[in-house]
């Protein structure tokens, strides 16, 4: 009886030249994301994936060309493109919105990217190069992307005529200042918020703000003296309403 040879498994680094790229990005996630931009190097991305530190000089020339490129290919995956990829049919707008904010929300709020964001916040004035190089690969790449979303339905008549460019900032960062002051800031041990509810919410007062006004809101303007009613001060909940303290000291009688 013939005997069995086991089947040898394929090493990390015996992968397809084609597969190298992502296996790096995804080493380079998680190695940034652990010791953020300067303490960490190319050695231990080149561990984590399983290759030599000149493998990664093949296809990214520079550690800080592999953090940009990194932080590109995570936005890229996150925020979506402006045709259904599969040429079906789309869900509703607010049903696209509230999928793109989630995703959004979730990758901005990960321990992996807050580390990163904070490095790259802290060192701006020394290392303007990186932080230039970040925006102009990183955020603006994403702005470019989602801009392009709004755009489209502009085009369809979902949106109104908005700059798309702001739009999409405006969406993005609402998102961002959550997960900023939630969790670094201590915000979901102070004053917990439900994720969902920071995405709908989110969500929501994005798509009021953009949707076409009805023609009879268009040019109106409120009468003089008052305050259109959506613009009108609300008394704050009972539970965040400050206190008054009395400084009446007349007698009682």
Known sequence: MPIRQPTPRTRRWQRRPDERPAQILDAAFAVFGARGFHQATLDDVARQAGITKGTIYL?????AALFTAMLKARITAVIPSAEAADGRAAPSLEGRLTAVGRDVYRFLSSPA?????RTV??????F??????VYQEGVLAANRRFAAVIRAAVRSGEFRDVDAMIAARAFIGMFLIFAVSQRLL?????????DD??????TDIFLNGVRPRPAHDVGARPRRGRRPSAFRPRAAPSEDRPRSIR???RSRT
């Open 247 to 249: 400084t009446d000291t």
């Open 59 to 63: 296809y990214f020339p520079s550690k």
């Open 197 to 202: 509810a920071v995405v709908t919410t989110v």
């Open 128 to 133: 303007p190069e990186v932080a230039a190089q």
């Open 121 to 126: 916040v802290s060192e701006v004035a020394r």
């Open 186 to 194: 201590g915000g979901e041990r102070i004053y917990p918020i439900a």
């Open 113 to 117: 990217y807050l580390t990163m964001f």
